[in-house]
C-alpha cells in the first residue's frame, strides 16, 4: 500500500489541514520509524506515552504515528487516551464532599481512576486480549457506557497512550505554597486542592507512568497558549455536535463557553508550567512547537 498517496485520506479523516502533510513526512514518519526500532527490540509491546498541553495535538500525534507504523512497518498499535480514565461524575462529587469542591471538575490527578488504567495497561503489556478500555464523553462530561468501550481484540505491538500530566513529576512542597492563579487563590486559599493533586500525582500516577517505555512530549511555547488551542479544541468538538460557537447545547453538558475555557484550564495551570520547566529534559523525543504549533524542531535523547 503506498502511504503517501494515502496521507489525503487520513488528513481528511482526522479534519487536519494540508499543511500537516508536512509535519507528518519531516517529523512524524522517522519518530515511527525510531519507534518500530525499539518494539522489535524487546520482547514486550513498547508504550510509548504522549505528554503536551490541553490542544496541542496530542491525540492527532498518537492517530498519525499508529497510521504510519501501520503503513510503514506493518506493525500493530492502540491508542489510549488518559482522559477516558476519568472518574465518573457521581465519583467526582464524592471527592467534592470529602475532599475539596474543585475535584468535581474533570482534569486533574485524582479525577482518574488510575487502578483501571494501570492495571489495563498491565494486561495490554502482557498480552492478554481481549480487552475493554473506557471511552469517556467529554461534551457529557461522563464515562460512556461499556457497550461504546474500545474493543482491543489483539495484543499489539505499540501501545500508544496519551495525556496533559502523563509523565509529570510531583512538585515540591515549597512549591506549592503561593497559587499560581486566581483559581487558586480564591478557591484554594488553603492549599488543600493542590496539596491532594501533588499527592495523587505521586503516588498514585508515578506507578502508572513507570509501565511507559519511552516519551514524547509536545512542547508549547508557555502557559499562554493552552486557551486560544483549548478554544480551537473546543470549537471542534462543537462542530462535531453540530452546536452554536459560544452556545453549548444544553444536551450536552460538558461543552463549555470561552469564559468557562478560561476558567476550566486554570485547573492545568501549575501542573502544565511545571511539565514545561522540567520534562523536555527528562524525556527521549522532544518536539518544540510554536504559537501556532507548526513544529519548529525535535530532538531525540537515544
Known amino acids: 500500500m503506498n502511504s503517501a498517496r494515502d496521507i489525503p485520506e487520513f488528513l481528511q479523516q482526522h479534519q487536519l489541514p494540508l499543511a500537516y502533510e508536512q509535519q507528518i513526512h519531516g517529523y512524524f514518519r522517522p519518530l515511527a520509524e525510531r519507534l518500530a526500532h525499539s518494539s522489535k527490540v524487546q520482547e514486550q509491546p513498547l508504550v510509548v506515552g504522549i505528554n503536551g498541553c490541553q490542544g496541542s495535538g496530542k491525540s492527532t500525534l498518537a492517530q498519525a504515528l499508529a497510521w504510519l507504523l501501520k ?14 480514565f476519568y472518574l465518573t461524575q457521581a465519583e467526582r462529587h464524592q471527592l467534592d464532599l470529602d475532599v475539596h469542591p474543585l475535584l468535581a471538575q474533570r482534569g486533574v490527578p485524582g479525577t482518574h481512576d488510575t487502578q483501571m488504567a494501570t492495571q489495563l495497561l498491565k494486561r495490554l503489556k502482557s498480552g492478554q486480549c481481549p480487552l475493554d478500555i473506557p471511552v469517556f464523553n467529554k461534551a ?21 497512550i496519551e495525556g496533559w500530566c502523563l509523565g509529570v513529576p510531583p512538585q515540591n ?11 487558586e487563590k480564591k478557591e484554594d486559599r488553603d492549599g488543600i486542592w493542590r496539596h491532594f493533586v501533588n499527592t495523587q500525582l505521586q503516588q498514585h500516577y508515578q506507578p502508572l507512568f513507570a ?29 462535531q455536535l453540530g452546536a452554536v460557537k459560544d452556545q453549548p447545547n444544553m444536551e450536552h453538558s460538558g461543552l463549555m463557553d470561552s469564559p468557562q475555557i478560561h476558567q476550566f484550564i486554570q485547573h492545568f495551570q501549575r501542573l502544565t508550567q511545571h511539565a514545561l520547566a522540567t520534562m523536555p529534559e527528562q524525556v527521549e523525543h522532544l518536539i518544540v512547537l510554536d504559537e501556532q504549533r507548526n513544529i519548529e524542531a525535535m530532538t531525540h535523547s537515544r
Open 71 to 84: 503503513q510503514d512497518h506493518q506493525l500493530s498499535s492502540c491508542v489510549l487516551s488518559l482522559d477516558d
Open 140 to 160: 457529557d462530561d461522563e464515562r460512556a457506557p461499556t457497550e461504546q468501550w474500545q474493543q482491543i481484540k489483539i495484543a499489539p505491538s505499540i501501545i500508544i
Open 173 to 183: 512542597f515549597l512549591e506549592l505554597i503561593e497559587p499560581v492563579n486566581d483559581l
Open 211 to 239: 509501565l511507559i517505555d519511552t516519551t514524547i512530549m509536545l512542547q508549547a511555547p508557555s502557559f499562554d497558549c493552552v486557551f486560544q488551542w483549548r478554544t480551537e479544541q473546543e470549537e471542534k468538538l462543537k462542530a
